[in-house]
């Protein structure tokens, strides 16, 4: 795969959570009134036709709901995601898909109908669920859109040790081992110089082999991985940090040190809890590392751009290396075109009406009935995928990440060369 192939596939991946994203913020916006808003979700191996069973004798069941008009609602949605169940074969789409209807509140004592269907959301849907309720059950897929990083986590003490990895917020326990270091009491007639000495080896030999397990699971994946975790009560884990066990580009890669009480499987989870703040830091740090990059080609370079306009130009030149998008932009880009021929745009709140605009060309009025509006993060995606840009979103959760959102209008952007513009 070339490097623009590459660049596009990132950019899609980018676009495809953006859209599931709006989604969510759109199903987090429904209320039912009583539990009467269904949320289906299905891993990519489970039969459709087991769905639909499930879907029917929920429907049976819903008979006995003594509101009727609860009753009717939660039968109207069932019947609505049988329907949409038809248009599929054997199995789901890959990683799965997730289902959503139900009568939504409108105002004034009305309701309507939605009915969704997310296919191949960003992870794989690990267990097949059926929930009713007022709301729509949108966290797993909040958690999906959440899930940064591939992190490798190591626990041990001098008995046990496990090896596995966090991607996201998923830990996966991969790996175990024992150890056969004696306890601090010597047997027999031992010396007890001779019995430190064995002990040591003991302990080298375990440190070892827990290394050999983590190396073998992280170094296929060093390039991917953003970082490791050890974690084990002291002094055990400093002598594993410090004894050069680890292969140089994973010991190289170690985010910190963390107490932990247990070593087990669970003492994986324990150890992302205890990491939870390294984490936190290791997510933004790339959002940091363009956004001063950046800054410093707006204090004393050429090759940044930013601004919705200057930006959208830059794009559609082909000269912006990297779009910046704030993942907390939600604004449309409305298109006026004036009887002239001549084309502007403009950026307005998702929720606002489209305004009169006079263009700037020959002062002619184009009435906002006349404009075309987009999402303006599907128009500017859609021409970084058509110049071969990537796309970067970045948060919020930090001063320069919060700066391009409020300072520069959410848009921004890294260049390939100088335009000028």
Not at 3 to 11: G, H, K, L, R, V
Not at 224 to 250: N, R
Not at 319 to 337: G, I, T
Request: aromatic share 8%; net charge negative; hydrophobic share 35%.
């Amino acid at each position: 795969m070339n490097q623009q192939e590459a660049q596009s596939d990132m950019s899609g991946d980018d676009r495809k959570k953006y859209e599931f994203r709006r989604v969510i913020e759109e199903l987090q916006q429904y209320d039912g009134s009583g539990t009467q808003l269904v949320s289906i979700y299905v891993p990519e191996d489970k039969l459709v036709s087991s769905v639909v069973e499930h879907v029917v004798q929920e429907h049976s069941e819903a008979s006995n709901i003594k509101s009727k008009s609860t009753r009717t609602n939660v039968q109207d949605a069932l019947k609505s995601l049988k329907d949409r169940l038809r248009y599929y074969d054997t199995y789901p789409p890959e990683n799965g898909m997730v289902l959503f209807s139900g009568a939504v509140d409108t105002g004034g004592g009305r309701s309507e109908m939605v009915t969704k269907v997310l296919e191949s959301p960003p992870q794989p849907i690990q267990s097949f669920r059926y929930h009713c309720d007022s709301a729509f059950l949108t966290e797993p897929l909040e958690e999906m859109l959440t899930d940064k990083g591939l992190y490798g986590l190591v626990v041990l003490d001098r008995r046990e040790a496990n090896v596995g990895w966090l991607r996201g917020k998923r830990v996966e326990p991969v790996k175990s081992a024992s150890s056969l270091v004696p306890g601090k009491q010597r047997k027999g007639g031992q010396s007890a110089q001779r019995f430190a000495r064995l002990r040591l080896e003991a302990i080298d030999n375990f440190y070892q082999e827990v290394a050999e397990m983590a190396n073998e699971l992280f170094v296929p994946k060093r390039h991917e991985i953003e970082g490791v975790l050890v974690g084990g009560p002291s002094p055990t884990k400093d002598e594993f940090a410090d004894g050069d066990y680890l292969h140089h580009e994973l010991d190289e890669n170690v985010l910190g040190l963390f107490d932990v009480e247990y070593t087990d499987e669970s003492g994986l989870y324990d150890l992302v809890d205890a990491a939870e703040d390294a984490l936190a830091d290791a997510e933004v740090m790339k959002d940091k590392r363009v956004m001063n990059e950046f800054f410093e080609e707006l204090r004393g370079g050429e090759l940044a751009t930013y601004g919705f306009e200057q930006t959208r130009r830059n794009l559609d030149m082909g000269a912006v290396d990297r779009l910046l998008l704030s993942e907390d932009l939600r604004k449309d880009a409305v298109s006026f075109e004036c009887p002239d021929g001549h084309v502007e745009r403009e950026l307005v709140g998702e929720h606002e009406e489209t305004p009169t605009h006079t263009c700037g060309e020959c002062g002619e009025t184009v009435p906002g009935e006349a404009a075309e509006r987009e999402d303006v993060i599907d128009h500017l995606i859609t021409l970084a995928e058509q110049r071969g840009t990537e796309t970067k979103f970045v948060s919020t959760d930090f001063e320069k990440g919060e700066q391009l959102y409020e300072a520069f209008g959410g848009v921004a952007g890294l260049l390939r060369y100088s335009t000028g513009v």
